[in-house]
Antibody
Framework: DVQLVESGGGLVQPGGSLTLSCATS????????MSWVRQAPGKGLEWVAN????????NYVDSVRGRFTISRDNAKNSLYLQLSSLGADDMAVYYC?????????WGQGTLVTVSS | VIWMTQSPSLLSASTGDRVIISCRLS??????LAWYRHQPGKAPELLIY???TLQSGVPSRFTGSGSGTDFTLTINSLQSEDFATYYC?????????FGPGTKVEIK
């Protein structure tokens, strides 16, 4: 079975940083684009970033470009998202998704809370 | 950026009902559109991709149609697990964008 398990969320102060991880299993991780999608409290889904199979191409939504960095470790079947200069608008559940176009499978998400 | 709207935003229905959700885009995307079901506290689930292709394992009561700027998701014979929020998503271009969601609640 395909599994994606996010971790690394938590409480961070405005302006702070955090790194999210997504451990995967059940599919050949290195063969697929991967993505991050977030959902702010009471809001809808927002695509954040995606990364090509070999990490050579990365794309971001404008609101996070320059502050967030997506990366992957194919040897560990893991996806990462480094978040920096965090603001209230970044508070959300962050999901990793299998796929770069549409998202066949999703994890349960990890909550990032931005508060002083 | 491709903007998306969904209607209705809230839909009250009963088990066994047929419901139709619409998704309209600010520009054409061919058939590069997906639909998801999101139950509270759970991971979103892919239902439909390429506008009308049912994801493996998804019940046949879900049907997608449309192309260009107008799409619909039809759920025949609503089941208890279908009371959830539904999102359309375009993958024709970057950034990927989602509709604002349609919440299907119990009447």
């Amino acid at each position: 079975d395909v599994q994606l398990v996010e971790s690394g969320g938590g409480l961070v102060q405005p302006g702070g940083s955090l790194t999210l991880s997504c451990a995967t299993s059940g599919f050949i991780f290195s063969n697929f684009w991967m993505s991050w999608v977030r959902q702010a409290p009471g809001k809808g889904l927002e695509w954040v970033a995606n990364i090509k199979q070999d990490g050579s191409e990365k794309n971001y939504v404008d609101s996070v470009r320059g502050r967030f960095t997506i990366s992957r470790d194919n040897a560990k079947n893991s996806l990462y998202l480094q978040l920096s200069s965090l603001g209230a608008d970044d508070m959300a559940v962050y999901y990793c998704g299998y796929g770069g176009y549409f998202f066949n499978y999703w994890g349960q998400g990890t909550l990032v809370t931005v508060s002083s | 950026v491709i903007w998306m709207t969904q209607s209705p935003s809230l839909l009250s229905a009963s088990t066994g009902d047929r419901v139709i959700i619409s998704c309209r885009l600010s520009q054409g995307v061919g058939t590069s559109l997906a639909w998801y079901r999101h139950q509270p506290g759970k991971a979103p689930e892919l239902l439909i991709y390429a506008a009308s292709t049912l994801q493996s394992g998804v019940p046949s009561r879900f049907t997608g149609s449309g192309s260009g700027t107008d799409f619909t998701l039809t759920i025949n014979s609503l089941q208890s697990e279908d009371f959830a929020t539904y999102y359309c998503q375009q993958y024709y271009t970057l950034p990927r964008t989602f509709g604002p969601g349609t919440k299907v609640e119990i009447k």
